[in-house]
């Protein structure tokens, strides 16, 4: 690795094999695509018709036109063109009139464009936010309410706009809910101050049409649902996350990552999407607003396993039964967009080794593209032994390390971060994981109160408890796009029999799923989900080819069955969702989730009871944490783990990592950290001599 | 990295303070403690009895002399000696005259030798199950029945022998039941040769103190129990693992992990046992015969958090009822022991990077010491991110990556293995993980037969389902070793009032352990066990400290109540067994599981109902898996990985880990993977900076 151009050897990047004469169906509109769309629904309009986008992205093709142009794609052929669309969300500005529109980018043709009905908003925006965060400062009610807790000359309050929520009272406009905190006092220019540790107690309400402060309400601060006068401000200390506020360890010792040799995987950029091989799997990686990160076309060694893979929706809704706070519950996904929030990945900082980074592009309020840098990170890493066995007879050990390729997108939801992953390793299995770190949305609490639905994490601060439920939109094509089942296996005693005389034995029971609808684990019978392919069926023992779902047990929505967070909240309330596959039906909680009134989402569809044996299924896959914070949680927290992973189950003929190359020294490189001992079997000379060359 | 000189600056191993007149009271037994222990029991007896030593390991000091020494060692005082003593098992050699000794090495006394009784066999070693696999093979019935099969002319047939297991039915001497196999017989001199892909229907039981075949099972090969005379051996193709038999795959780029300024830890020696130290971490690893590694005194920053840390033992029934299967129950621990079964791990094969070994001494069959080289190694590793947060309104990101520091022990037990491993990170977390990997048990299966309680994963071989049921044994000491509980906690949704007006509400609700018993989790109910000191009080918000305890949910024994596999795996009903701690209460399955009755374990134990509020308690955290085979987990199977958490909650006053220094490309020293994009930030400069002086 001394010269930069050995280093250039090893580059993932592939040139495209042909010249792409038009995008490829699933890549994300590029940014002339993008112009081109808000050019087209302008135009639509009378001229200086002030339009407020919210989103511009692509409208996937119809899986029946996209699986066989994918199919000849695979065959070497040249498949049938299809027509390049895009999906547009806008607002006349400042009214209420929200629409919904395709435009037909081949033929530059708006093929539909309606103002959409009463309870339908659309998702926040960066350019509405940071409005929305103007309007409630400046407004001399807010001004006068803030005077009245006599806070320290110089004091900076920031206002965090919340998605307003749903109760059916009063709130069928759109609407946002400011939270209001200040900075330190004592170092009020430090632009990153935490301020969730110095929570107030006055929350705006903003209406988004008129732009202007439609009430302010008064935070409750004690054990009950009292609100009394505002009082003035005493003392709290601050608690700073930033770097400089700490006293750094000293004795973390740099540890590297490094591939001498480049990375084992390629991507092959095609417009907005990129198709990446490693390792026997070959899939594809789009963008979009909604979701971020979207995988298509999974295979492995030329067997279709996942048509697409995202991240639907995930639902927060918090435990403080008070109002305003009983509305909290967000929809980071559809409220806003994990694509709009997805961070620029620096390097160095939020990956470790050789790192491929993707960028894209979004549009604006404008209709303007925007570009998106570095908002997915791509590279591989080392997960420990991937298999082993001694032979204890001879010694002899072979052992195997598990590398991944890991795909990471991180977003930033005001105070909350999400680490949000896709990994594939040799042995053929997917694992979808989250880390949810960031800090915690706070609110004011008077000192000596406890709360049983609240933790204080700061003096002051009271971080409520609430659940993080995700759902993960899984499309399958186990060896076929039209013909999956999903099934679950149990295991359960056999009765004492002739059969079974010391009552010992046990077996498996396989249940087909027959109806769309939602169904939930049960650990203690080892329930366990799988996607399968009944007309295909393994060489070896002839049982149909599957992958299992590990899906961790979560609790499901605790707000009782008749609340608005419970309605709206689709996916919340089952482990697994069944349901057939409709084009339009991508998003668990439903398509427009800001202040929604439920029944547009994945509860509705599996509500249809589609026979879904042997069909085009989709499945949504629920999990999730309770968060019952800790103070330890606090001013930052440390990443809580969640993984569902996707393994093969009598898919192939064998471990399907049987050949990966041994763990071996002469390619491992490690260092004894030891002067008692020799280093054995060549182990420096095998490393060093690779290493004095660099 | 470029000398012999830099790398040893950088050694972590530091010479003890003081020169150990004794040996701590938690180290292990050297190899003259081992020595004269066996001397003093054979100078007990006649001369020229012959003894066959069974155990010879550490008699662990009474807690109320041990914790005293800690807390003097821990204010630098000069602690009060503790008289070092050997628990010994042995026979008189060729007989069922079962001893239990217990060898004073301060005094040089045999404190106590006694015969145990009916019922109470030894472990398995490694001596004897040589000496087993002999007999069997050389048997003239076996070998009657072998030549039945017609086996071609050469073919070699290993014996595995397995420990007998209970059914109540003739088994109160020990026995061993061999289960055979062959090994590919085109390829006959290959000791590597996976023999479990070609097993036999023959399985010869063998009575320990005669060294004899007392019986030759012929095993029911089809659906049901029938057993048929034994055929001739038709042709099964082999199914090897080794990487020659493999067409290894050349896409796999080295990945290398260094630590250029050496390791963040530090080892400090004293005797057979290790001080490690790190990032405010420290404790002491010992290694014995029955456990393997072992964790004592664990502080953070010198606050007292765990005792004593181990696996306490395992089981492994198995689901098919037939006999002589119905008996296939293995505890791995007590039946052999994890510290004689541990692998010599190789340096680049096992661990990554820069890597500290520690080596034991175990016991022999004659009382001789043998070394136990490598048998525990010592690591970092980048566990991804710990934690960061974005302000999107500066863009700035603060972030930080998870370290972590692994002690990992693996072991072979016959065909299976497991990845033991101690987790320790820079938030206050530890986890324990069980990578289960290695080879299935195997029998044979006609061909065309489906069973319900196994799976085909190879022409002719049956892989029966089993569950691993591991139990970790967690002796808390949360800022005290005397006073601790267990709570748990559970969310619970609100009912509707005028307080919680829109049923959203939720709180949390702790439950009190009082009695010793089994508790079990509940995900529908969000339930999480603490370990608590209600003695000491959060600084912040008042809460008792604790950590918590997150451990998968998992199907306990299926095998019925009235079973033998229930009545001795007396830990496989319950997520959390909880007791009263006392020192001669370490292993949940019993002192003695080979060929057991049960009673003895700590179901046994919590069945006294004392009282375990705010008492020295110990906690045992069950786990496991169902092991339904799937092909893919032969002919050796990609690791299943388990983890149990524990995690500070209201133990610390904020984030423990909010002081690690930022993640930065300078420290970190990432590549980018990429000629399209500016490495930015000085990224390659400050790394390739730092590597061109290497």
């Given at each position: 690795m001394s010269s930069s151009a050995d280093f250039y050897q090893s580059l993932p990047v592939r040139p495209?094999?042909?010249?792409?004469?038009?995008?490829?169906?699933?890549?994300a509109l590029s940014a002339s695509e993008i112009s081109a769309t808000s050019q087209l629904i302008k135009s639509s309009w009378p001229p200086r018709t002030d339009l407020h986008f919210k989103v511009i992205t692509l409208e996937e093709p119809a899986k029946a036109e996209t699986v066989p142009f994918l199919k000849a794609e695979h065959h070497g052929l040249t498949p049938v063109p299809i027509a390049r669309k895009a999906f547009v969300n806008y607002y006349i500005r400042d009214t209420d009139k929200f629409h919904e529109a395709i435009v037909n980018l081949s033929t530059r043709q708006v093929e539909r464009n309606v103002r959409l009905g009463a309870n339908v908003h659309s998702n926040g925006d960066a350019e509405e936010i940071v409005e929305i965060e103007r309007v409630a400062r400046d407004d001399p009610q807010v001004q006068a309410a803030i005077a009245k807790l006599q806070l320290p000359e110089g004091t900076v309050v920031i206002s965090d706009p919340w998605i307003?929520?749903?109760?059916?009272?009063?709130?069928d406009d759109r609407m946002y809910q400011c939270f209001l905190y200040m900075r330190d006092p004592a170092n009020p220019l430090e632009a990153d101050s935490n301020h969730y540790a110095l929570p107030l107690p006055i929350s705006p309400v903003i209406s988004v049409v008129e732009k202007k402060v439609i009430r302010v309400d008064i935070l409750p601060t004690g054990a009950d649902a009292t609100v009394g006068e505002l009082k003035p401000y005493s003392y709290r200390p601050p608690n700073e996350y930033i770097p400089e506020a700490q006293d750094l360890r000293t004795d973390v010792k740099p540890l590297h990552i490094s591939q001498p040799e480049g990375a084992s995987f390629s991507v092959t950029d095609q417009g907005q999407s990129s198709i990446i091989e490693w390792q026997k799997w070959s899939f594809r990686v789009g963008f979009n607003q909604r979701e971020g990160m979207v995988i298509y076309d999974v295979r492995y060694d030329d067997r279709n396993l996942f048509y697409r893979l995202s991240l639907s929706d995930m639902n927060i809704p918090y435990a403080d039964p008070r109002a305003p706070y009983h509305?909290?519950?967000?929809?980071?996904l559809g409220d806003v967009g994990a694509g709009l929030m997805a961070n620029n990945l620096k390097l160095g900082c939020d990956c470790l080794g050789s790192i491929h980074y993707l960028d894209s592009v979004l549009a604006n309020d404008k209709g303007e593209p925007i570009p998106m840098d570095n908002v997915i990170c791509i590279h591989e890493q080392d997960a420990g032994i991937g298999w082993k066995h001694t032979n204890y007879r001879t010694g002899r050990a072979a052992v195997v390390r598990n590398r991944e390729l890991v795909l990471q997108t991180i977003i930033t939801v005001s105070n909350y971060e999400y680490i949000l992953a896709f990994l594939f390793n040799q042995a053929g299995e997917m694992t979808y994981e989250v880390r949810a770190t960031g800090i915690l949305s706070t609110q004011p609490i008077d000192d000596g109160v406890d709360v049983?639905?609240?933790?204080?994490?700061?003096?002051?601060?009271l971080a409520v408890h609430h659940q993080h439920i995700f759902s993960l939109r899984v499309d399958p094509s186990i060896d076929s796009h039209t013909s999956n089942r999903v099934v679950y296996d149990e295991a359960h005693a056999m009765p004492r029999s002739s059969f079974n005389p010391h009552g010992t034995g046990y077996e498996v029971r396989e249940t087909v799923i027959e109806h769309s609808g939602g169904y939930d684990l049960s650990p203690d019978n080892n329930r366990i989900f799988k996607i399968q392919n009944a007309g295909v069926r393994n060489a070896v023992n002839g049982k149909p080819v599957a992958y299992k779902i590990h899906a961790p047990p979560f609790q499901k929505?605790?707000?009782?069955?008749?609340?608005f967070n419970h309605k709206r909240a689709e996916f919340a309330d089952h482990n697994i969702y069944v349901v057939r596959h409709r084009d339009d039906e991508l998003f668990a909680g439903g398509k427009y989730t800001n202040q929604s009134r439920g029944g547009t989402g994945v509860r509705a569809w599996a509500d249809r009871r589609e026979d879904v044996v042997d069909q085009d299924v989709v499945v949504f896959v629920q999990f999730g944490i309770n968060h019952i914070p800790r103070?330890?949680?606090?001013p930052v927290m440390p990443c809580e783990v969640l993984k569902v992973g996707f393994k093969p189950v009598n898919f192939f003929e064998r471990n399907p990592a049987l050949d990966v190359p041994p763990s071996s020294q002469g390619a491992n490189c490690s260092v004894l950290l030891s002067e008692e001992k020799d280093a054995g079997e060549g182990a420096m000379e095998g490393c060093c001599g690779e290493k004095s060359k660099l």
């Open positions: 495209a094999v042909t010249k792409q004469t038009q995008p490829h169906p699933l890549a307003y929520g749903s109760d059916g009272v009063n709130d509305k909290k519950s967000a929809f980071d049983s639905f609240g933790t204080r994490v700061h003096p002051g601060v929505m605790l707000a009782d069955k008749d609340s103070v330890e949680d606090f």
